[in-house]
């Protein structure tokens, strides 16, 4: 089991940037893709982002390509989601999730809040 504990998130203006940063601890996560999530008050989680174990791969969703960049460091079992040019609607709470290679995101975060005022 890897535990999963978010940090960096807060209150940022538009425009404004945030790096959040995911924490694992139990288990090595250089076998896992990992993935970040967000859920808006209201509204059902959603994916924002994964990058693969290897590092060598990332995938966003439409909405925050080129303003999101998701980056890891195994040597510290940690990964993270740099949020630049935030808007209003980037506002939720972010989570983090691993997925062991070929299986599924079963791990997660509790969260960290993000809002974004305008």
């Known amino acids: 089991q890897v535990r999963l504990v978010e940090s960096g998130g807060g209150s940022v203006q538009a425009g404004g940037s945030l790096r959040l940063s995911c924490a694992a601890s139990?288990?090595?996560?250089?076998?896992?893709?990992m993935g970040w999530f967000r859920q808006a008050p209201g509204k059902e989680r959603e994916f924002v982002a994964a990058i693969t174990w290897t590092g060598l791969v990332t995938t966003y969703k439409e909405s925050v390509k080129g303003r999101f960049t998701s980056s890891r460091d195994n040597a510290k079992n940690t990964v993270f989601l740099q949020m630049n040019s935030l808007k209003p609607e980037d506002t939720a709470i972010y989570s983090c999730?691993?997925?062991?290679?070929?299986?599924?995101?079963?791990?997660w975060g509790q969260g960290t809040q993000v809002t974004v005022s305008s």
């Open positions: 139990g288990r090595t996560i250089s076998n896992y893709n």
């Open positions: 999730a691993a997925a062991h290679i070929g299986g599924q995101y079963n791990n």
